[in-house]
């Protein structure tokens, strides 16, 4: 466990202002670790720690795709169900000009732009999510109920395993 004072970052300002009740996970951050390194280093159910994935469509409008770090999204799947033709990743020099965090530190929160939000219904159901506060090596806890309220996100089952 790492020792260090939490950041303050875009993503804890809007969870401040919105008055989310959350917990503070710090980590070593390991270069393409994926949720796999935090969740081990933290102790806690790799299904619980949600990546945020910023993705664009054919028109490279982008979105936000929050996933269980031990699942894959169907980008194929996500497609058909929001309507659009094709759905791919962002490179991370993209994903980081919309979401205004480096790829390792993106946050659903607190973005530079705004972004429909698209969310694994099956997160809805645990008791408590893990997901980056905007810093690599930085994870919060909460409710997901609480990340619900904030973002409004579209529910969708798009997740393999």
């Known amino acids: 466990m790492v020792k260090e004072k939490t950041p303050v970052t875009a993503a804890v300002r809007m969870l401040r202002t919105e008055k989310v009740y959350y917990t503070d ?90 972004m429909p939000v698209y969310m694994e219904e099956s997160i809805a159901g645990l008791s408590k999510i893990y997901i980056n506060g905007g810093k690599r090596g930085y994870l919060v806890g909460m409710e997901p109920a609480e990340l619900i309220r904030v973002l409004k996100p579209t529910m969708v089952t798009v997740g393999i395993s």
């Open 25 to 114: 996970h710090l980590y070593t951050y390991q270069e393409k670790g994926g949720t796999s390194a935090s969740s081990r280093e933290l102790g806690l159910d790799e299904h619980a720690v949600i990546k945020t994935l910023v993705m664009e469509d054919e028109s490279r409008q982008p979105l936000v795709v929050l996933m269980h770090g031990d699942r894959q999204v169907s980008t194929r799947e996500l497609a058909r169900t929001i309507g659009a033709k094709q759905i791919s990743p962002c490179s991370p020099d993209t994903a980081h000009k919309h979401s205004g965090y480096m790829v390792g530190g993106t946050s659903p929160f607190g973005t530079r732009r705004q």
